[in-house]
């Protein structure tokens, strides 16, 4: 696929989610539309519990149980597609616990053998995509860390497999949720780095879930602030950083900078 005819535009709109409790629907994503470019950043930040997570898991269909996608669609390039068919195909992800999102048993070449966009390629030239994106993900002596299970890897080389899976997909999209939050702080600074540097060389259009304003300076083009549910203040990076208009988004902004004295957020 040449750049030319890739996507440019990915479209969530008035996605609602709720769930039960005592007997009595609960509204947990309330409306939410977002727009993700190709080559663009778009963090999607806001306290805990507000509906990151759902938000990116909801839209793709693949909402954890409890939870229910009662209005929304998902559209790429103005043409309304199923959640599930894009899944893996045109929007891939990397969740906040690598190890969670791994089988157990499964060892990674197995990993890199399935999924939607495994499925009609063949082995050969899907484990070589695989191995390309593994090396540039920073793995080293890949053929061993094929026949290794997800207990014998630690966390960062965990999350450096999911990337590597993300991109051999070749999606065009990609939904990063928390993608540094169960790692340590050095590991951490270079898993960020990695996903900059290779979401901008592969011109994905990027949807990151955070709630860390220092990964949203270093990695966002634009914001987008939710709380409790809802879309409150979408804009530019450095207008989020330097003209915030809504008391929440300044909130976040000064408890980044309790954490960070005396360091410009942006
Ligand atoms: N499976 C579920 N069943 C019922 N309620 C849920 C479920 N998952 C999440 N929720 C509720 O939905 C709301 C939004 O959760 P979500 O995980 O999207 O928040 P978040 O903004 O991603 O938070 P965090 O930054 O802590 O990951 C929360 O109130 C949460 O308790």
């Given at each position: ?11 969530i ?17 309330d ?17 805990s519990?507000?509906?990151k ?5 909801a ?18 390039d ?5 959640p ?30 399935e ?8 082995a050969?030239?899907?484990e070589q ?12 002596d ?12 630690s966390g960062?080389m ?6 590597a899976?993300?991109?051999a997909?070749?999606a ?10 169960d ?14 540097r290779?979401?901008r ?7 990151l879930?955070?709630h ?5 300076a ?7 602030v939710m ?5 409150i203040?979408t804009?530019?990076?450095?207008d ?16 980044h900078l309790?954490?960070?004295?005396g360091?410009?957020a942006a």
């Amino acid at each position: 696929m040449t750049s030319s005819q890739s996507p440019r535009r990915l479209v969530i709109r008035n996605l609602g989610v709720e769930t039960t409790r005592h007997g009595v629907a609960v509204t947990l994503v309330d409306d939410v539309s977002l727009d993700v470019r190709a080559g663009e950043t778009l963090a999607l930040v806001g306290a805990s519990g507000c509906g990151k997570s759902l938000t990116c898991a909801a839209s793709l269909d693949a909402a954890p149980p409890g939870v229910r996608r009662t209005t929304g669609s998902i559209a790429i390039d103005g043409v309304e597609q199923a959640p599930a068919d894009i899944r893996g195909r045109l929007v891939a992800t990397i969740l906040q616990n690598p190890r969670s999102a791994f089988n157990p048993v499964r060892t990674m070449r197995q990993h890199a053998m399935e999924g939607p966009a495994a499925r009609g390629a063949p082995a050969a030239s899907r484990e070589q995509r695989v191995r390309a994106a593994m090396a540039d993900a920073g793995l080293e002596d890949v053929d061993r860390i094929l026949d290794l299970h997800p207990f014998e890897m630690s966390g960062g080389m965990l999350q450096r497999m999911m990337i590597a899976l993300a991109l051999a997909s070749g999606a065009p999209f990609l939904f990063a949720d928390e993608p540094t939050t169960d790692l340590d702080l050095i590991v951490q600074r270079d898993i960020l780095n990695l996903l900059l540097r290779l979401t901008r060389r592969q011109g994905l259009g990027v949807l990151l879930v955070t709630h860390d304003m220092g990964v949203v300076a270093a990695l966002a083009d634009r914001v987008a602030v939710m709380d409790a549910g809802r879309i409150i203040e979408t804009a530019r990076v450095m207008d989020i950083f330097n003209r915030p208009t809504h008391p929440v988004t300044r909130n976040l902004l000064d408890a980044h900078l309790s954490l960070y004295p005396g360091r410009s957020a942006a």
